[in-house]
């Protein structure tokens, strides 16, 4: 049996109105079609609360049928609601203040601001503002999917140089947090699309001469097998999404 179209969505983090502006770009849904988030739907922009409402109302909105992946973020807030990590609240380029700021129902900070420090006592103090069943819903998530277009994953595959596992059969750390070259240079089998690394931070080797004069290194990232659709959406970039097996990009840019 044929499957219909599926639609990945990368990272997110916090930008509604770039989420608005990709889903109000695709077309028509129909039951036969998949929607996949994967993942890293807060921190670092000024809506982390309205990303994450608005992404777990989505599937009574549309005939499609709706898959949500854990992001690696989504994976450390459910780490600090048991034991809160300075070493990921604290680093202002986390953003985890931005969600901070954002449940607590206070307006986004600047890019460079820090967060004030009469904050500091309650932002540590998750359970006071972080609502329990958001962070249920986080703990939910899985880490991967597959239809015959594609395997998703937040950040990449369990393996080395040449091998790699499916996500059945590897570790789940790497599916959340990886960013190892080989991965990125050397993949090849079913294809693979991913998030977490911005595509400016992906390799360029495998385009030719002339490409690379007219590519423009913001735009959805695609080697062989793989497609990287972190385009830095919520620190500066725009929110891309891809429609398989088309290959047809949808952009929250203009």
């Known amino acids: 049996m044929t499957s219909g179209r599926t639609f990945a969505i990368g990272d997110i983090h916090g930008d509604l109105d770039a989420l608005e502006r990709v889903l109000a770009k695709l077309p028509p849904l129909t039951a036969d079609d998949t929607v996949v988030f994967l993942g890293d739907f807060v921190d670092r922009g ?63 900070l600047g890019a460079d601001e820090a967060l004030p420090h009469e904050e500091l006592a309650k932002f540590f103090e998750i359970r006071s503002w972080m609502p329990q069943h958001v962070i249920e819903w986080m703990d939910s998530l899985p880490t991967w999917y597959e239809d015959e277009h594609a395997i998703y994953v937040h950040a990449g595959l369990d393996g080395e140089g040449t091998r790699w596992k499916h996500p059945r059969d590897g570790r789940k750390r790497p599916l959340l947090w990886m960013r190892e070259p080989d991965f990125f240079q050397k993949y090849t089998g079913k ?64």
Not at 63 to 68: F, H, L, Q, S, Y
Not at 91 to 102: A, F, H, I, L
Not at 212 to 240: A, E, M, Q, Y
């Open 46 to 108: 000024g809506n982390s609360a309205g990303v994450v409402a608005r992404v777990r109302a989505y599937p009574e909105t549309v005939a499609a049928r709706v898959i949500t992946l854990r992001g690696n973020h989504e994976d450390m807030w459910v780490e600090c609601w048991k034991n809160p990590n300075p070493a990921f609240l604290l680093p202002r380029k986390n953003g985890c203040v931005d969600t901070y700021r954002s449940f607590a129902g206070l307006g986004p």
């Open 191 to 254: 294809r693979v699309v991913f998030g977490h690394t911005t595509v400016t931070e992906l390799p360029s080797d495998h385009l030719g001469r002339l490409r690379k004069i007219f590519d423009d290194p913001c735009d959805v990232w695609t080697r062989n097998d793989l497609v990287g659709l972190d385009t830095g959406c919520g620190r500066g970039g725009f929110l891309s999404a891809i429609e398989l097996p088309k290959m047809k990009v949808y952009e929250s840019r203009e």
